[in-house]
Each structure stands twice: as structure tokens, then as C-alpha cells.
């Protein structure tokens, strides 16, 4: 079931909701720069095995309304609340990877977790994508600038193109690669830049303790674009987290294994 819910005036995203009779509810939240396509190959499986699984387009990406505005992790956070509200969700399991795990923590932080009774984190680009003082882990911030700000404002199909180069770690078939590649192409480019932008800017050292609800973090060992030192830093920051490495998994963990991604996934949601 396909709909359009509206965050706030003149802006609407894209949900997919489906196997809606489910009765267990995962939301999942896709990162940059793809759509909520990106967990196909769980859309494919779960809902066989009685879950209803809510596929979300972020503001500016895939289906979702894309406004100029309204990128920060703040404002994505409100957005999933209005959709949590909006279906009337509750006792949900909330999924995040990469960007979109960041805006998972923010908004357990910012809303207290409303609707959500455990948390799953893969790849998340969280407490910082990029190194900062006292802080070694993660992208260093001309990388970002260089790689992906400015690479986007020059060429940003050519950007993309490197991006999935290093998405995923085991061989795909070129058919795979042009998948990933045309939900990037499916963004605003504006909406793109901008949440590279936030990867400089944001942080959230200070929302991890405030997370209180079970949470499952699935990192990716060769993951090049959120480095695996992150997921530690996730589970020593959250309170009753576990933490699963993905030995033979970069970036695309959900795709490079996806039986144990699935199982895990699964046994975790209950």
C-alpha cells in the first residue's frame, strides 16, 4: 500500500507499506543516497514470514516530495515522527543504515523513541561520519568535501558512480551496480549535497545515552564508507546494544550477506 503523507505544510513523503496485516512492524529508513528500494531483498523475504514492512523515501530522495529546505537530522527526525503518527505505529522495530542510521539515533534522542520498542543500527554513520578532535574515526572532512560535496557539484552522476565502486564488497553484477546507481540518480541533487553536507556538521555523541530501548548493530568489517570502529563506538555508547560483525561485508551489509543480515534481522524483531 503506496502513500503520500504530508511533515509538514507543502511537503509529503513517500511510504510504502507492505504486508500491512503483518503482526510485527519494521520500519526501515534507507541511506544516502538511495530510497527505500534499498531493502528490496528483505521486502522479498519478510513479509513471508508474517512481518509488515514500512519502506520510507526521505524528503528529497526516491518518491518523497523534495523541497530546498529541511535536510538536518532534526527535521528528518520530525518527518518520521509525522509518519509514526500518521500510521498510528507503535511497538515497532525502527532500522537505520548509513545516514539514516544517525537519523534513527536522533530521533530516539529527540522524541524520547515514540512508537519505537527496539532499534536496529547498520552501517550508521553515527556518533560522526567525520574525524573530529578526540575523535579518530571516521571520514576526514576534506575527503567528504572533496569526494563527495564538490564531486557532486561538478558531476554528480560520475559521483555516484564511484560511490557504488565501494558500496559493497563482495563481486556484484553490473545490473546490481546500475540499481544502486539509478536510485541516487532518482535524489534532487541539492538534496543529495545536503546531507553530505551534515555529515560535517552533525553530531551525536550526546544522543546515544539517551537511547533505552534494545538495540541490534550490524556493521560491515570492509565497510569504506562508515568505518566498522563506528559500530563499536555505537555499542559502548548505547545501553543494552549488541553489536553483529559482518566479516565478509562492506557498506551494503544487507546485500553482501544477506541470509545472515536477514536471520539476524529477524531473530533480533522477534
Known amino acids: 500500500m503506496e502513500s503520500m503523507i504530508m511533515v509538514e505544510p507543502g511537503v509529503r513523503v513517500y511510504v510504502n507499506d507492505i ?28 513479509p513471508h514470514m508474517g512481518y509488515r514492512c514500512i519502506g520510507i523515501d526521505t524528503r528529497g530522495f526516491g518518491n518523497s516530495d523534495k523541497p530546498w529546505s529541511g535536510y538536518s537530522y532534526d527535521r528528518l527526525a520530525n518527518d518520521l515522527l509525522q509518519v509514526i503518527k500518521a500510521l498510528n505505529l507503535y511497538n515497532v522495530t525502527l532500522l537505520g543504515h548509513s545516514t539514516a542510521g544517525a537519523v534513527a539515533v536522533r530521533y530516539m534522542a529527540r522524541h524520547n523513541g515514540f512508537g519505537v520498542s527496539k532499534l536496529v543500527l547498520c552501517a550508521a554513520a553515527a556518533p560522526s561520519l567525520v574525524q573530529r578532535p578526540n575523535f579518530p574515526y571516521g571520514q576526514k572532512t576534506e575527503d567528504i568535501e572533496k569526494n563527495f ?7 554528480r552522476a560520475k559521483m555516484l558512480e564511484e560511490f557504488g565502486k565501494i558500496f559493497f564488497f563482495k563481486p556484484i553484477s553490473p545490473p546490481i551496480s546500475d540499481w544502486l546507481f ?16 551534515d555529515w560535517i556538521t552533525e553530531e551525536l555523541f ?26 563499536v563506538v555505537q555499542n559502548q555508547g548505547i545501553r543494552n546494544s549488541k553489536l553483529i560483525t559482518f566479516e565478509n561485508s562492506g557498506h551494503g551489509l544487507f546485500y553482501d ?11 533480533f524483531a522477534g
Not at 149 to 155: E, L, M, S, T
Request: aromatic share 12%; glycine share 6%.
Open 19 to 46: 504486508n500491512p496485516s503483518g503482526n510485527k512492524t519494521i520500519i526501515f529508513l534507507h541511506g544516502w543516497p538511495a530510497n527505500y528500494r534499498l531493502f528490496e531483498y528483505q521486502y522479498n523475504i519478510l
Open 149 to 155: 560535496i564538490q564531486a557532486a557539484y561538478k558531476d
Open 182 to 197: 539509478q536510485m541516487g540518480l532518482q535524489a534532487a541533487g541539492y538534496a543529495t549535497i545536503a546531507i553530505s553536507k
Open 206 to 231: 550526546n544522543d546515544l545515552p539517551k537511547i533505552y530501548v534494545p538495540t541490534l548493530i550490524m556493521h560491515g568489517i570492509h565497510d569504506q564508507v562508515v568505518p566498522y570502529q563506528l559500530g
Open 257 to 267: 550477506e544477506m541470509d545472515k543480515f536477514n536471520r539476524e534481522l529477524t531473530h
